[in-house]
């Protein structure tokens, strides 16, 4: 199940004088109680409402507000996410167990969390600590809606203005605010993800009553990026592009909006456009990191890798202790030189075949020479992907080795390094397979050839070696070392190795 990586407890709200009076003797019975006491509430305030005569005070409809902010928050009783569930010496008056009393029954849920059972209640409980919950009764099925809805026609009927400025409407607004957001999150973790942004819109639209000063926990930037998240994982872009925009015109978490409204159009299929709101979005705000990698991952994982490196230069010399950003420069120097590699043996093997056929056709001159021509030519082509593949090879080996003078104990570094060698082995045994008989009558070609693919697979045994003494148990470093000692004929080693992979398995 997705997490929303947030703070929760800046949303965390104070048990109500209505619940704190209980502390010392809650019971998952009185639950039901509550549930019924706040029916019957709202039951006299629908009928104050239908009256004409209380229905034109002020002060009915801002009883209204205040009956179903206290409805909407009936079952929690205080608790927010984070909370201790069991009572404990560390905390003695603040928990679940005090709070709502013990459970009727607990239950394992799916995402490995604890289900704690209540009457109208299941709260849902990790390392004793209430992560969210799911209300499964409730005195009314929109309360807070009820309760703004209230505030607003208290508002109305003010002639002079003053209800909305007053303190007890920017505290009511505060809380019902507060509750939005909680069950926004709530219901992003319970996965009701059109549901949450809707609880998040819901806040967010709260922000044209006046703000308490000192009111420093209701954020709409927050608010309005985690409205975002949730539409995002509904897949209604139209409302994710929007809570998103909004987060960034108040300047939250800036960076992580535009990745996503770059997602949505990479998902979109439309490409172009994805790439220009992070590359626009990246000139406007360049001290946001996480756009200068949305870039970098673009032109890699479209293969522009000369476009890369210019991204990934930039972000060398901003983040140069980043070592990872080395890492994915590194690893587009492999993919480059093996994408050369393929070419390069293509060129090698059309030139062959040429150069066969000019044999063939040695009687007829004229053919003879452009066959010749043309296999010189192809040939003249390997040779300068020949350059071009250890000039990038070079690059990932220093790139590499860059890496290992910030830190000389980065794991990845020496896998790749052993990679490289192994592929230097790789291109020396295809290389003494191109050479043909005619130009190698003595064999000492291709015995060279031989020799230079055993140094390789030496130097790259040295590697992950490294790679091995920092992690021990790294079952692909075992394999690959396994492989290496065999192909060098250095069978009891392999069989050593062998041992180790079989005990690890078991």
Not at 34 to 61: E, R, Y
Not at 236 to 260: D, M, P, T, W
Not at 350 to 364: Q, W, Y
Not at 457 to 466: G, N, T, V
Request: some cysteine; proline content about 3%; hydrophobic content about 35%.
């Amino acid at each position: 199940m997705k997490r929303l990586i947030l703070t929760l407890s800046a949303f965390a709200l104070a048990a109500s004088t209505t619940f704190a009076q209980n502390i010392s003797g809650a019971s998952a019975a009185d639950l039901q109680k509550n549930i019924n006491d706040a029916k019957a509430k709202i039951a006299k305030s629908d009928a104050d409402i239908q009256n004409p005569k209380s229905a034109a005070k002020i002060a009915t409809w801002e009883n209204r507000a205040k009956v179903f902010t206290d409805a909407a928050s009936v079952n929690i009783k205080g608790v927010y996410a984070g909370m201790e569930a069991a009572k404990s010496q560390k905390n003695m008056f603040n928990n679940l167990e005090i709070l709502v009393g013990s459970p009727t029954s607990k239950k394992a849920a799916q995402d490995g969390t604890e289900i704690w059972v209540y009457p109208t209640i299941n709260f849902y409980v990790q390392n004793n600590q209430v992560q969210y919950w799911e209300e499964t009764v409730t005195p009314d099925p929109a309360p807070l809606d009820k309760a703004v809805e209230a505030y607003r026609k208290a508002c109305q009927l003010d002639a002079k203005g003053a209800v909305k400025s007053k303190k007890s409407t920017m505290d009511g607004i505060k809380t019902i605010k507060q509750i939005y957001t909680n069950n926004g999150i709530n219901k992003y973790q319970l996965q009701k993800y059109n549901e949450a942004a809707a609880d998040f819109e819901k806040a967010l639209a709260l922000s044209d009553f006046p703000k308490d000063p000192k009111d420093t926990a209701s954020i709409d930037g927050m608010i309005a990026y985690y409205g975002g998240l949730s539409a995002f994982q509904a897949k209604n872009y139209a409302k994710a592009r929007s809570l998103f925009n909004s987060s960034i015109q108040l300047n939250y978490e800036v960076g992580r909006c535009y990745h996503h409204l770059y997602l949505m159009k990479m998902e979109e299929g439309k490409k172009d456009e994805a790439l220009k709101i992070i590359q626009d979005a990246y000139e406007k705000y360049p001290a946001e990191e996480s756009l200068l990698y949305d870039v970098i991952n673009y032109y890699t994982s479209e293969k522009e890798f000369d476009k890369a490196e210019t991204y990934l230069n930039k972000a060398i010399e901003k983040y140069p202790n980043n070592l990872s950003v080395l890492g994915v420069k590194g690893s587009i120097y492999v993919e480059d030189y093996n994408k050369i590699k393929e070419n390069y043996v293509k060129k090698r093997s059309e030139a062959d075949s040429l150069k066969k056929l000019a044999f063939k056709n040695r009687m007829n001159q004229k053919e003879n020479d452009r066959l010749t021509a043309a296999s010189q030519a192809k040939l003249d082509e390997a040779n300068a992907l020949r350059k071009q593949y250890d000039t990038q090879m070079k690059k990932a080996e220093n790139t590499y080795n860059q890496i290992l003078q910030k830190d000389p104990k980065y794991f990845d570094a020496y896998f790749s390094l052993g990679i490289i060698n192994y592929d230097k082995s790789d291109m020396a045994k295809i290389e003494a397979d191109l050479i043909p008989f005619s130009e190698d009558k003595d064999g000492s070609k291709v015995a060279a050839k031989q020799n230079e693919r055993k140094e390789a697979c030496k130097a790259s045994i040295a590697q992950f070696e490294k790679a091995l003494a920092i992690q021990p148990t790294n079952k692909d470093v075992l394999t690959n070392l396994r492989m290496l000692h065999t192909q060098i004929g250095e069978y009891d080693k392999a069989k050593e190795l062998k041992e180790k992979i079989e005990a690890l398995s078991n």
